[in-house]
């Protein structure tokens, strides 16, 4: 049984359903599995360096329709129109850089002592992504831009609410040259993907998503010996040790937590700060969040929020807010849910929060800033690492030795000092503990869906 609705767009600010696409159909799933297979024999012979052009075209693609590109995800799930547009370019860092670094780091290395000896970095196969809403097309651009390098096929299986930019990166697959079967976007159910999932021509599947996603994919990958890469939430540490100006270290602090309005994986959802600038800090976080309006339609100044995804994610994170003030936690500003049915959620900030609270270990994927007084580098790290989330985490100080030492006591996959995130198409990304495992983007995210095959010639 499917589930519904169907693949939609919904606008966020209005609850409006303005377009809808049905499911494929288990025979439309069945082409795409063989078009991938049939399309790998030819993909995989072709040089290394013909594939890296393709790719190269890709990424001029993305910043030629970046403008269009970025009306598609404002429309489909709110996202602010300058960080749509940046989103849709930063596309083109990641596909360059696959398209530049890709023949390098896929050459064949020599294992030291052993003349005889090389390791080939091979592709494997027609492989599936699962992704997510949050970013339609940089989470697409870290998967599919070093898998194609290699020389896999790949299918995509967007977001229900995606459509329309899943589309449109189909067509820009298109229009670069990469070959019919190479790249194919299909309008899965969860049912169909299981079964893509289980069918021996599937090589591999990486999923961006939430935990629970991430579960079920895993198992269902493990089952039929699948190699699988997660990136699932988190709860992201940003720890501030000292700072010799609150007012900056606030208007960074708020910033990070309202990109995307919040619902980014490694946003800083847990603010941990030193009790010698603690109430200023918090004080500085109420006065941003309080100026902060609902953004109207075709704005995008820096004192507006957008809506969140869909009015029932904003409902959810309502509920993890409740709970925390019913049981003692303070709500200093915001965290109320506009009229209508659309997802505007004023911007929040909370304090007070203890470990009988939902907010105190679930992720809060919204424009919520839970701040946390500690008064040692220890308990700092102590409370950094209570949750069972590992994604990035970020300590700050003037003294960067200070900040160095407790950054290095992070359970994380990620782990900054004075910057929120170390960010880049060159720079890896992925966690650890129930944040997922393996790894997209650098040279690591390269590593993943290849056949690193030893070849041995007796001499």
């Known amino acids: 049984m499917t589930q ?17 696409f049905p499911y494929a159909t288990d025979a439309e799933v069945e082409q795409a599995l063989s078009a991938a297979t049939e399309a ?42 300058a960080q749509a547009q940046g989103e849709a370019e930063f596309c083109t860092a990641i596909f360059d850089y696959y398209a530049d670094n890709g023949p390098a780091l896929l050459a064949d290395r020599p294992l030291p002592g052993h003349d005889a000896a090389r390791v080939e970095y091979l592709p494997v196969g027609a492989v599936l992504g699962v992704m997510p809403w949050n970013y339609p097309y940089y989470q697409v651009a870290r998967f599919a ?58 090589r591999g599947v990486s999923l961006t998503g939430s935990e629970r996603a991430g579960t079920v994919v895993a198992a269902q990958a493990g089952r039929n010996l699948k190699k699988v890469v997660l990136e699932l939430g988190g709860s992201d540490p940003y720890i501030i040790l000292d700072t010799p100006d609150v007012e900056d270290a606030a ?17 800083n959802k847990r603010m941990i700060v030193m009790d010698s600038v603690y109430d200023d800090f918090v004080a500085a976080l109420v006065k941003r969040a309080a100026s902060m309006t609902p953004r109207p339609a075709g ?8 809506p969140m995804v869909s009015r029932k ?16 936690a303070t709500l200093h500003v915001g965290g109320t849910l506009g009229g209508g049915n659309g997802a505007y959620f004023a911007p929040a900030v909370l304090t007070g ?34 949750v ?50 393996g790894r997209e983007l650098g040279p690591l995210g390269i590593d993943e869906f290849v056949n690193k095959r030893l070849f041995y010639v007796q001499k």
């Open 353 to 386: 929060v203890t470990p009988d609270m939902r907010a105190y270990k679930e992720e809060l994927f919204g424009p919520v800033a839970v701040v946390y007084k500690v008064s040692s580098d220890d308990e700092a790290v102590n409370l950094a690492n209570v």
């Open 313 to 328: 994610a904003a409902e959810n994170l309502l509920a993890q807010v409740q709970d925390a003030v019913s049981k003692g």
């Open 299 to 306: 704005d995008d100044s820096d004192d507006t929020y957008s």
């Open 145 to 202: 831009a070093p898998a194609l390098v290699v020389g896999n096929t790949v299918i995509v299986k967007h977001a229900e609410n995606c459509p329309t930019s899943a589309l449109a990166i189909a067509q820009i697959m298109k229009d670069a040259g990469v070959p019919e079967g190479v790249y194919t976007n299909i309008f899965a159910t969860h049912e169909q993907v299981a079964d893509m999932i289980a069918d021996p021509r599937l």
């Open 388 to 437: 069972d989330f590992g994604l990035g985490g970020a300590v700050w100080s003037a003294d960067e030795d200070r900040a160095t030492r407790v950054a290095e006591q992070l359970e994380v996959g990620m782990a900054n000092v004075n910057t929120p995130a170390g960010e880049g198409a060159d720079l890896p990304f992925g966690g650890t503990k129930r944040s997922g495992f």
């Open 40 to 81: 790998f024999a030819a993909w995989k012979r072709r040089p290394v360096a013909e594939r890296a052009a393709i790719v190269k075209r890709v990424a001029e693609l993305f910043t030629e329709r970046a403008a269009d590109l970025a009306a598609l995800i404002t429309k489909e799930m709110g996202k602010r129109p």
């Open 251 to 267: 208007e960074t602090a708020w910033g990070t937590r309202m990109e995307n309005v919040g619902q980014a994986c490694n946003s």
């Open 4 to 20: 519904t609705p169907p693949y939609q767009v919904t606008d966020p600010a209005t609850g409006e359903v303005t377009e809808t």
